[in-house]
């Protein structure tokens, strides 16, 4: 019987429950585009799976005393979150540059993408000086580090581009026409909205040392920034594949009527 309340047991449920649908969604998105395999597909496939099962194990590592177990677990459960989180908000990023039919813009968003790298780049050196000084929490039977108000700042700070990824969307509803193009832009600037809310609440959760729920709640963080970054192109997708359908339908009928007229 599972103890829910071990917060152990509670990284692994989550790890678990949330990496399946993101795992499960990324392999539709590459089964989709395999005959066709993009930037925005590479960062997603690659990297934030790579990383997501970095993150599975080491949710599964049980840490045992005498051993500095628990402290690795810790570090790869910090450093696969920022990897996943951000190589997810990339693809979108990617994803937005795509469809831009603007050079210029297009320029703009390609200087944007390395903010995207050195952005968990940085918040991971942070996590890492904030740890390493603090021998106190390597000593708990549940570790897990004491970030001060200084990281749930660095957290808020390595959100600000979030906000331009979400403008942008709105400024090319504006100007393009196509329908699925369209959608995909509504798509992403909903997906940027909720990345933004999952990210701010995780820094308020740093802020009132909620320590044991943070854990989870991370991983949690990740794997939504994961499954949402694949929802535009799985749902476009499958309308694109539906208004395919049925125009086929209605092409075989009309082909069927007139050959009924002669």
């Not at 979030?162 to 600037?189: A, E, G, N």
Request: with cysteine; aromatic share 8%; glycine share 2%.
């Amino acid at each position: 019987m599972l103890d829910l309340h071990d917060p152990l047991v509670q990284v692994r449920v989550a790890s678990v429950t949330c990496s399946m649908a993101a795992i499960l969604l990324s392999l539709c998105r590459l089964f989709i585009h395999r005959n066709k395999i993009r930037v925005d597909d590479v960062s997603t496939i690659v990297f934030s799976l790579l990383a997501l099962v970095v993150q599975i194990i080491a949710a599964f590592l049980t840490p045992k005393p005498g051993t500095n177990i628990g402290e690795i677990r810790y570090y790869m459960l910090a450093y696969t979150f920022f990897a996943v989180l951000w190589s997810a908000r990339l693809s979108i990023l990617f994803s937005l540059i795509r469809i831009n039919p603007f050079p210029e813009h297009q320029l703009k968003l390609k200087l944007l993408t390395l903010l995207f790298i050195i952005i968990p780049c940085l918040l991971t050196l942070q996590c890492l000086l904030t740890c390493i000084p603090k021998p106190e929490w390597k000593t708990w039977s549940v570790l897990v580090c004491v970030l001060d108000d200084g990281s749930a700042i660095c957290q808020l700070l390595g959100m600000f581009p979030l906000p331009v990824i979400s403008y942008i969307p709105t400024c090319l509803l504006m100007i393009l026409s196509d329908k699925y193009l369209r959608i995909c832009l509504i798509l992403i600037f909903s997906t940027c909205i909720i990345t933004s809310i999952a990210g701010l609440a995780h820094a308020i959760e740093i802020v009132k040392f909620l320590h044991s729920a943070r854990i989870y709640t991370a991983i949690i963080e990740n794997n939504v920034a994961l499954i949402i970054c694949n929802t535009p192109i799985l749902l476009t997708s499958f309308l694109n594949l539906r208004e395919s359908s049925w125009e086929e339908r209605n092409s075989r009928f009309s082909i069927h009527e007139l050959r009924s007229t002669h």
